[in-house]
T-cell receptor, first 114, second 114 residues
């Protein structure tokens, strides 16, 4: 079945540091890939997505490229801020009964220190 | 603003006492999902509704039921909560078929079982 593996956290960085959170996936077919972010006390929000190989998703300074050859979708940001502290989830989608069914990684907790 | 609203934010119930969590949406989306998220784990899909059609995941315990009386509302019923059912329950919606349309999440209900 489909699965997503993220690098284990927690990750702690200083402000303005470079961020990489690794994500690899196993899937049949050609799923879409997503990064969701969960800020403290809130639900999940879509951060970025990519729908086919070599697509790059980007938002709020974050980027991730859909790499079919390495089955990866690593999240990167060049200079993190304290406000980026949150839990980040990589996910892929499959289709079932007309609905989108997300399979999530286990999440990576990111803490940015000033 | 259009959104997904979950009530209550925090729910405490006793072992074996039925409990209902609610979700409402103003997005007019035709798909509604319930996810279970245990501490430090990935959200796990329990079931979803595509319009009025209910779709249960194969490994969702019979203890969990759902109702969708109309487009806007969806309920999660736990008939006899056990200690292992303590978790964050996330409601989400999506508006279109296809595997690249994002899910919109509520802020979740954190369930405690005493």
């Amino acid at each position: 079945g489909n699965s997503v593996t993220q690098m284990e956290g927690p990750v702690t960085l200083s402000e303005e540091a470079f961020l990489t959170i690794n994500c690899t996936y196993t899937a049949t077919g050609y799923p879409s890939l997503f990064w969701y972010v969960q800020y403290p006390g809130e639900g999940l929000q879509l951060l970025l997505k990519a729908t086919k190989a070599d697509d790059k998703g980007s938002n709020k300074g974050f980027e991730a490229t859909y790499r079919k050859e390495t089955t990866s979708f690593h999240l990167e940001k060049g200079s993190v801020q304290v406000s980026d502290s949150a839990v980040y989830f990589c996910a892929l989608s499959g289709i079932g009964q007309g609905a989108q069914k997300l399979v999530f990684g286990q999440g990576t907790r990111l803490t940015i220190n000033p | 603003d259009a959104m997904v609203i979950q009530n209550p934010r925090y729910q405490v119930t006793q072992f074996g006492k039925p409990v209902t969590l609610s979700c409402s949406q103003t997005l007019n989306h035709n798909v509604m999902y319930w996810y279970q998220q245990k501490s430090s784990q990935a959200p796990k899909l329990l079931f979803h509704y595509y319009d009025k059609d209910f779709n249960n995941e194969a490994d969702t315990p019979d203890n969990f039921q759902s109702r969708r009386p109309n487009t806007s509302f969806c309920f999660l019923d736990i008939r006899s909560p056990g200690l292992g059912d303590a978790a964050m329950y996330l409601c989400a919606t999506s508006g279109r078929t296809g595997y690249n349309s994002p899910l919109h999440f509520g802020n979740g209900t954190r369930l405690t079982v005493t």
